[in-house]
């Protein structure tokens, strides 16, 4: 196995205890509005149709503030394995966990918003040594996008999707990776048909929850299902994505709340936790509290709610309507993710889809929601994506 090139460098990362004494302190201060006038709403998405309700915002801020333990999502990362880069003038966070298995395949995980490297942590150690001898095992990289988490955060414009996707074929060049394969949803789903568009010669092939067909194709000839799916998915951009809008166009005016007060941050991030999330009434019925405080602290300590909300700014609809996919692609539609492309129009742009899958349960989230479905899922996808010709 090559050996890292000498500018990669083991991280670690240590939150000071001011730090997160002033998170406490800020928690315990907060100042909250007056609860939802859909209050009294039986359990379901009612509840949830102004946002977080009052009474769940409560009782998970006071469990940030008296119970949840941030030192051991650190001890997490360090397991793993941590280490940092420098592409193109801009500090790169990631995780790396080799595999002990000889015929182990570099992979390449990219998370998206509002998610982290705490959408893999979960699922890493299975990917890298599988308890089944038979299933395929991975080299597992997951970086922090520019502006998340411990990457740092870019003081100019330009880092879309496209540069970002060049910066992690440099990254896992660095890793003595000059091939792999290549897995992401939301965001990371943008990034990895990036991937597969643009740089085929490094690219085994990819596996994606977030396929996305060239824009203005017809639902001429498409099923029953398929409909659905098509208007479910415009009923989400034009009525449910104001989200998604205010970070394309005014990402530094949300950033001063989101850097500023962690209840609005939570908040902030919950909201889409328990709105894309296969639950019936709250995403705590499959994601754990804990893990969903990791990814929001995350954004805390690290101050990066403006920068990681740019990725909207820099990428919103910028997806070349020309790009093609032509290495080997496996696709998973989740049921209740907020996005599902009927195959006819992923056809279009990914034009060797070797496995297509849709599982009976999960969301926008699926590592963290179902992951040992989200596993076995990646492991046959990929399984069938690198025995394809290439």
Known sequence: MPRPRHDVQAFQARAADADLDDLRARLAAARLPEAETVRGAAPGPGRWAQGVPLADLVDVVNYWR?????????????????????????????????????????????????????RFIDVVDELADPKDVDTPAFHVVVPSLPGFGYSDRPATTGWGTEK????????????????????????????????????????????????????GLTTDGLTAEERTWAEETRDFWRHRAGYAKQQATRPQTIGYSLVDSPVGLLAWILDKFAEWSDTEDSPFETISRDRILDDVTLYWLTRTGASAARIYYESHNSLDPELRVDVPSAITGYPRDVEKCPRPWAQERYRRIVRWSLPESGGHFPSLEVPELFVKDLQEGLAAVLSAPR
């Open 164 to 215: 970002i996707a060049g910066a992690w074929v440099e990254l896992m060049g660095r890793l003595g990776y000059p091939e792999f394969a290549a897995h992401g949803g939301d965001w990371g789903g943008n990034i990895t048909t990036v991937l597969g568009g643009r740089f085929p010669a490094h690219v085994l092939g990819i596996h994606t929850t977030f396929a996305e067909g060239p824009p």
């Open 66 to 118: 008296t119970g949840y333990d941030w030192r051991s999502f650190e001890e997490r990362l360090d397991r793993i394995g941590q280490f940092r880069t420098t592409i193109d003038d801009l500090g790169i966070h990631f995780l790396h966990r080799r595999s002990a298995r000889a015929d182990a395949v570099p992979l390449i995980l990219t998370h998206g918003w509002p998610d982290s490297i705490v």
